[in-house]
């Protein structure tokens, strides 16, 4: 039963693609190839499972071979994925593009110069609803319903690690970290970076909160806590990652103002907001406590 419905989005992904914006292909190629790797190996372990026996009934447990099938079918998922981001797509299409007669945020530094920007995010409904999840885990275990309560714990281990995240944009590029340390969802190099603009964010058209997408597989990545601004990278290879920002304009003038070709060929038409430079480094920081509702 899961075969069948793998197969279809993997025609679709191969014979409609054209029609598709980015990271749509890639996206249905991979949920194909995973639903279909996954009946397949679903099968495959079944039949073994029952060699040798008279009576189903007798047949052993899957045990390890549980393991196996999941991971055979994200294997073939990710492979699906990997090899559609060579498909063709929409390149008109303007679905996950910001718009092309948009104001390009920049500002002027000298050389050698270097400006850093620094945006805190705390979403206020991520932090209630890690901790009410946290809260109810302990009250489970506390009343010995031991396996339900590790499992909303882990459910909301999700939501910890967002709960917080600070973003730094920089002359190395753009980074994204959780507060917890030693996590790091994104990096971003300078010279990947071919635009970065300002565009308003709709988490249910990225796919909803968190990290969205995958720019290895999908070719399309965004960190969505909020609805509203973002700073937009247009990035090589077509590739295209956001992330929601209370200051997306600052982050973006940075990121433009570090990058050789904006300096070298375009001029620049600095912020009214940002102050002209002085000789010495700089640093842009917006460490804010964002309570905006989702």
Known sequence: TLVLPG???????????HRMPRPWPPFLAGLGAFLAGLGAAIVAQTVWSQRGIDDWT???????????????AVGAGAVGALTARHL???????????????????????PGERVVFTETISPTWMLWLAGTMLAGAAALAWFAV??????????????????????????????VRSAVPGIRFARV????????????????????????????????????????????LALTGDRIFVVTLDDPTAAAAVLNAHRSPLRDSEPAVPDSGHPAPDSRPRTSDRSTASSLEP
């Open 7 to 17: 197969v279809v989005l993997l025609w679709l992904a191969g014979l409609r693609s």
């Open 58 to 72: 007798d047949a052993s447990g899957p045990g390890l071979g549980l393991a196996a099938v999941v991971a055979g």
């Open 88 to 110: 063709p797509f929409d390149r008109e299409s303007t679905t996950y593009r910001a718009d092309p007669d948009a104001a390009v945020p920049t500002m002027t530094i000298t």
């Open 146 to 175: 031991r396996p339900v309560a590790i499992i909303v714990a882990l459910s909301a281990l999700p939501l910890v690690l967002f709960a917080t995240m600070r973003v730094q944009a920089d002359h190395r590029g753009l980074t």
């Open 189 to 232: 190099r300078a010279e990947e970076i071919e635009q970065a603009t300002v565009i308003d964010v709709e988490p249910l058209k990225w796919g909803g909160w968190g990290y969205r997408g995958s720019l290895r597989l999908a070719g399309t990545a965004a960190v969505v806590l909020r609805r509203g601004p973002g700073v937009h």
